[in-house]
């Protein structure tokens, strides 16, 4: 990482130490805006923000580790979290994640080439009146079908 | 300010979905002392909708009564259980009762902060929910002597979680607010002694609070009315799985499974898994059970399942879930689930013995008991009721076309 880079994410963390507190329950919060931000929260970014909130480093790794949403290795620019729960199954999430790792070319758990695309399976996310269905960054998706799945791919940016 | 929700329609139901202008149990409340507050809601005797039917009156008491310098109401909007969405509806359609039934909390306990914990597959209306609690500050619902009560202030934020099951757990999801690992603590204490921060916090589910303006405004009596004598008032069902109309329901307690089934255009209907994964499978010749408190205790998760079903598969899906989700501070839950799913393969494979079987069973018990929280306590549920049930179709191959 560049130096200005940290410089940038440093001055970055102190803002939203600013905005949220300097307190241990500002924490999620935190993680929460990097993640979003950065598709990742890196080494350096949990140093310094166990620094700003007075913690070890080693909590703040342990509570990213805890949440699914929360990773420390750099995710593509876009999440897509189809849901495996049993009412989207019995509604075809099967046909679904055919479709999305041949049209990406990858797996569930893996990111594209281009660092687009990350596939991930999520537990029911409370559409299961709308099966099957899926989230790609913070934006749900429902009633799904293979080609409707493919074609929101070619929405996103 | 003209927010979307003004022009979402709504629906109709004997309870919850009936007329309410918002602010209106505000109105009345803060004209009343606390006590009567606290008498309604007795009277109504109503239970909490986060599936552990505690009573809520009871709870708001036991921080009512407290003298703590601060205390905390906190709407549980976790929702994680797999078929559950109704408080998706409630906080999208009716952000009025949710927040109005958090200010009246607020006034009858003396907190002065409400905090909403939503689930972070809901971000995407967090913003939707943000306007309507502006708009609340506008009409002086929110903010320092509320609606000209001399001393009343309270305000509401919102906090997302980060997709993990077990923080709707309510001392984990204190855990989570205070930015920690969501791993239940164990209890007592309860919250509502050391809560968020420490303080007494009261916890409840999205639809316990967006029952409490109805009870205000039309009163305990009323709401009593619905419902059976130990399941009173009306409970919003999430019905999804096989059937022509899933979605949202609203029915009084005490409905049977066979009313609710033709309700929702259900056919060749097998089985129906209600309370989620965490919940039980009952099978067709039950279907003369009813939904309360009395008989099939539920949060509202109904799932369908028709003949031309696999229940094994479906086992193994509810076993999946609980093997990620577990967040694996104690061993009972941990290990457990893990030999549970396993086993459930194993069964898939052909690869078991009937003594294997009965072990797994035990094992679960053991589970059922030994627990630090809810998860791991009901998460053989499911283990137990599909193998006794559908023994046959599992085990003989001879249930109605299922493989
Ligand atoms: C694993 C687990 C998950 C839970 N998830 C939720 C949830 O998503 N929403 C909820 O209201 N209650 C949930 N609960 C129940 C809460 O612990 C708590 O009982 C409830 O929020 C109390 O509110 P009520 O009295 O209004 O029902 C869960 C419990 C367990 C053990
Ligand atoms: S029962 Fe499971 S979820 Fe609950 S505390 Fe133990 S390991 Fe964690
Ligand atoms: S099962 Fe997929 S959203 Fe509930």
């Known amino acids: 990482m560049l130096v200005f880079e940290k410089n940038a994410l440093s001055e970055e963390i102190e803002l939203l130490v600013d905005k949220y507190g300097m307190d241990r329950s500002s924490l999620l919060q935190i993680l929460q805006d990097i993640q979003r931000k950065h598709n990742h929260i890196s080494d350096f970014a949990q140093q310094e923000i166990a620094r700003l909130l007075n913690i070890h480093p080693v909590e703040v790794n342990s509570v990213i580790s805890f949440y699914s949403f929360l990773h420390s290795e750099p995710q593509g620019r876009n999440t897509i979290k189809l849901c495996q729960t049993i009412s989207c199954d019995m509604a075809g999430k099967q046909n679904i994640e055919d479709a999305l790792t041949r049209e990406l070319g990858i797996s569930f758990g893996e990111t594209t080439k281009d660092k687009k695309f990350t596939l991930e399976h999520t537990n029911c996310m409370g559409m299961c009146d709308q099966g099957p269905a899926m989230l790609i960054n913070e934006k749900v998706f429902t009633r799904l079908d293979p080609e409707k799945a493919v074609n929101i791919l070619k929405e996103v940016e | ?131 309507y609690l502006m708009k ?143 919940g039980v499978c009952i099978p067709k010749n039950k279907f003369d059970r009813f939904l309360a408190y009395e008989d099939i205790a539920t949060g509202g998760s109904v799932i369908i399942f028709n003949e031309s079903r696999d229940m094994l598969h479906v086992l193994e899906n509810f076993m999946e879930f609980f093997v990620e989700e577990s967040c694996g501070q104690c061993t009972p839950c941990r290990i457990g689930n893990t030999k549970l799913l396993e086993g459930v393969r194993k069964i898939k494979s052909g690869d078991y013995t009937f003594g294997y079987i009965n072990t797994l069973k035990d094992l679960g018990k053991t589970m059922q008991v030994a627990s630090k929280c809810g998860l791991g306590q009901s998460s053989p549920n499911a283990f137990i009721s599909i193998l006794e049930n559908f023994k046959d179709e599992i085990f003989f191959h001879n249930g109605n076309g299922s493989k």
Not at chain 2, 47 to 53: D, N, P, T
Not at chain 2, 139 to 165: C, M, P, Q, T
Not at chain 2, 237 to 258: A, Q
Request: charged residues 25%; glycine residues 12%.
């Open chain 2, 1 to 131: 300010m003209e927010t979307k929700l003004d022009k979402i329609k709504k629906r109709t139901g004997p309870v919850l979905f009936s007329k309410y202008t918002r602010g209106d149990a505000i109105k009345k409340v803060i004209s009343i002392p606390r006590e009567d507050v606290l008498f309604e809601l007795k009277t109504s005797g109503l239970k909490g909708r986060g599936g552990a039917g505690f009573p809520t009156s009871t709870k708001w008491m036991l921080v009512a009564a407290s003298t703590a310098d601060k205390k905390f109401i906190v709407c549980n909007a976790d929702e994680g259980e797999p078929g559950t969405f109704k408080d998706r509806v409630l906080l999208m359609e009716y952000p009025e009762l949710v927040f109005d039934g958090m200010v009246v909390a607020g006034y009858t306990i003396g907190a002065k902060t409400g905090i909403v914990y939503l689930r972070g597959e809901y971000e995407y209306f967090l913003g939707q929910l943000e306007d």
């Open chain 2, 136 to 278: 609340m500050r506008d009409d002086n619902l929110l903010g320092k002597n509320i609606l000209g009560k001399e001393g009343f202030d309270f305000d509401i934020s919102i906090r997302l979680g980060s997709g993990a099951y077990v923080c709707g757990e309510e001392t984990a999801l204190i855990e989570s607010l205070e930015g920690h690992r969501g791993e239940p603590r164990n209890r007592p204490p309860y919250p509502v002694n050391t809560g968020y921060l420490g303080f007494p916090t009261v916890v409840n589910n999205v639809e316990t609070l967006s029952s409490v303006p109805h009870i205000m405004v039309k009163g305990g009596e009323w709401f009593k009315q619905h419902g059976t004598d130990k399941s009173t008032g009306s409970k919003l069902f999430s019905i999804s799985g096989d059937c022509e109309k899933p979605g949202v329901y609203e029915l009084p307690w005490g409905t049977s499974l066979y009313v609710l089934l033709q309700l929702v255009g259900a056919k060749n209907t097998k089985a129906v898994q209600v309370g989620g994964a965490s």
